[in-house]
Each structure stands twice: as structure tokens, then as C-alpha cells.
């Protein structure tokens, strides 16, 4: 049975990372300069993304100067070559698989996903990637429905489910984002993603010696994924074992601590030892922790709570009211106890951030935010 990439671990905590402007070229390189043209021209509203600045500005300049009027392409000699629509769909699914797990620009992939779509609207991979894309843009019900197009068209592509599974979590629908996980498993037993993604379900829903179950078998199976120690960090320390959840802590911070991992992992991994740190009183280092995770990923809502938590306890009032009403801002999610619980956060966190809610500058501002 062919293996299910490992990407799937990624898509439980991944958000939107900030879009790369290397590589520029990446466009005419896969597409052909025909392809990207009528890409633009049909969606004005794309005049200002990057794959279609140069559309517009040559545009401009052709209506402007005599002297400009042959297009660049053509002095560079690009071979004018014709595209069959296999070709055309698969060399825009391509860009759009190089935007989105290379450079991270999600809007960029969900513009070629969208094209390729058009074209061949039977590629079920291509669902499945515009759906990873319309998750990490929040896009739940976007991503779900791509997630249930692809597997329409074939019920045996495993990241199908680990995308809808994971769109179902950002719904807070933990059980449907089980059974996802379930048919990952019956898909492919060996591989580390259907456990990971179950581990973060039943965590959510409180079953906690289930999730560490599964968080061990993802460790097994993938022992130099960070994100597998990240959930079975959670599962340890809801069950009162801040020992080995600290050692979890520090094996993920150090393993994402790699080339060639995204940012928000390590961020991930530096919020779950702050989580920890502070169940174990060490307020310093969950407050340096917590500021790190935030350096890596400026929309870490939880992160910046936790943070203003930290401040308000310590008598810092007009910072720590200045990040909560920014992380509740960047996530409504977070002024609700019950769904930091789901989280991952401890009995001590929760407990310092329910009195923290309780204050009067924090009511008015739960009462104009919820």
C-alpha cells in the first residue's frame, strides 16, 4: 500500500504563513507566459497578487508607449507552444502545489487551484489541495467541501479526510474529526497521520489517555515529527505528567528547530513548553516561551492570551490588556475557557485566565468582542 505523505502532520495547528516574494520567475517557469495571461485577464480583481503584476504592468506600458508595444515575452523568445487542457490543469496544479507547501502564499495557490479546477474539474487531488489552502485561510466549510468533492471522485485519497478532519476541528465538530482520522487509519495503518490527527480529537474531547495512546503510536511511527510530540505533550500534562510533557516540550522545540520547518511548528512547540512552565510555576520562562512563539508567528492568539495572562498577574494591566483584545481579535475561539481547555491549556492557565476574564476592563471588552 503506497505510504500517505507526512505533510498531513502539519495541517492540525498549520496557519497561513507570511508569502515569500522569492523565486519570482516561478510563474512563467511552470505556466508559460499564454497561461498566466489568461489567468489575469479573466480576474482583474488578482491586478495587485504577484502572479499577475507583470500582467498589468505590461498592459499599461502597451497602451501607453509605441516603442513597448511588442511584450517582453516575446524579445525574450519564450517558446510559443500550445497547451492541452491535461497539460494546462496539471502545470496549474503544480504552481499551485510549489505556492503552497514552498512558498507559503495560500491565496497564490488557491488562484491556481481554481484555474486548474475550471480546467479538469475531475482531478481529486486538486480538491484536496484548494481545500489544505481554504483551511488555512479559515475557510472551514470551503475546505470541507472540496475535501468531500475529492473524495466524491476517489474515497481512497487519505489526505481528503486529513483535510476535512482538520476543517472539522476549526468547526469544534471533534467528532466528525475522529472518524476522519478513523478512515485515515483504515486507509494506511502505518502511517503516523490518522493517529496524530485522532490524538488532537479525542484530546478535544477530553479523552486524554486515548489521545496519548495515539500520540505515542505517531511518536513510533514518526520519532522526528515535532508535531507528534507536541500532542502527546497535551495528553501528558492534562493527565497531571508536567515531567515527560516538558521532555515532549523540548523534543519538539529542538526537532523544528530544523531547516526546512515552518515557522508556526517551532512556534507551536515553544507555546506548549510556555503551557507547561507555567502549570509548573515557572512564570519567567512560560512568559519568555510565550513571546518567542509569538516572534514565530504573529497570529498566535492563544499564545498572546497566555501572554497577557502572564502581565496581568504581574501587575502590567495596559499590556496585557492591549494583547488580549489583539488575540481576541485575530480568534474570537479565545475568550472562551472551554475552547482553550480543548487546546491544551492547564488547570492552573485556565483557572489565572478565568479570574484574568472576571476583571472589569476585560468583561467591557468580552461584552463588545463576543
Not at 261 to 279: C, D, F, M
Not at 287 to 294: E, L, N
Amino acid at each position: 500500500m503506497k505510504k500517505i505523505p507526512l505533510f498531513g502532520l502539519v495541517l492540525a495547528s498549520l496557519t497561513p504563513l507570511m508569502p515569500t516574494t522569492a523565486n519570482a520567475q516561478i510563474t512563467i517557469d511552470l505556466l508559460g507566459i499564454y497561461q498566466t495571461e489568461e489567468l489575469c485577464k479573466n480576474n482583474p480583481s488578482l491586478s495587485d497578487h504577484k502572479l499577475c503584476r507583470g500582467y498589468y504592468r505590461q498592459n499599461r506600458i502597451r497602451r501607453t508607449s509605441p516603442n513597448t508595444s511588442t511584450p517582453n515575452y516575446r524579445r525574450r523568445n519564450v517558446p510559443q507552444t500550445r497547451s492541452t487542457p491535461n497539460s494546462s490543469s496539471n502545470r496549474l496544479s503544480e504552481l499551485g502545489t510549489r505556492l503552497l507547501y514552498e512558498q507559503g502564499d495560500y491565496r497564490g495557490a488557491l488562484i491556481a487551484f481554481d484555474r486548474a479546477i475550471a480546467i479538469n474539474p475531475k482531478d481529486a487531488k486538486a480538491y484536496v489541495h484548494r481545500g489544505y489552502a481554504r483551511y488555512v485561510l479559515k475557510d472551514y466549510q470551503g475546505a470541507i467541501a472540496d475535501a468531500n468533492r475529492a473524495i466524491s471522485l476517489n474515497s481512497s485519497l487519505a489526505n481528503a479526510y486529513a483535510v476535512r478532519g482538520n476543517a472539522r476541528q476549526g468547526l469544534r465538530d471533534y467528532q466528525g474529526a475522529m472518524a476522519d482520522a478513523n478512515q485515515i487509519i483504515r486507509l494506511d495503518a502505518s502511517s503516523p497521520m490518522g493517529y496524530f490527527n485522532r490524538s488532537v480529537a479525542r484530546y478535544a474531547l477530553a479523552n486524554y489517555r486515548g489521545a496519548l495512546a495515539d500520540g505515542d503510536r505517531a511518536v513510533r511511527l514518526a520519532p522526528k515529527v515535532a508535531n507528534a510530540y507536541i500532542v502527546r505533550g497535551m495528553a501528558r500534562l492534562a493527565l497531571g505528567d508536567e515531567r515527560k510533557a516538558l521532555q515532549d516540550a523540548e523534543r519538539a522545540v529542538t526537532l523544528a528547530q530544523q531547516e526546512g520547518t515552518p515557522q508556526k511548528i517551532l512556534a507551536g512547540g515553544y507555546s506548549l513548553r510556555s503551557t507547561v512552565q507555567y502549570e509548573l510555576g515557572n512564570t519567567d520562562k512560560a512568559m519568555s516561551d510565550s513571546r518567542t512563539a509569538i516572534a514565530l508567528d504573529r497570529d498566535a492568539a492563544g499564545s498572546m492570551l497566555k501572554l497577557a495572562v502572564i502581565l496581568y498577574g504581574r501587575g502590567d494591566r495596559q499590556e496585557s490588556l492591549r494583547l488580549a483584545e489583539k488575540a481576541i481579535s485575530l480568534d474570537r475561539n479565545v475568550a472562551d475557557l472551554a475552547y482553550l481547555k480543548e487546546r491544551g491549556w492547564g488547570k492552573r492557565l485556565l483557572a489565572d485566565t478565568k479570574n484574568f476574564f472576571k476583571s472589569p476592563e476585560m468583561k467591557e471588552l468580552l461584552a463588545v468582542t463576543r
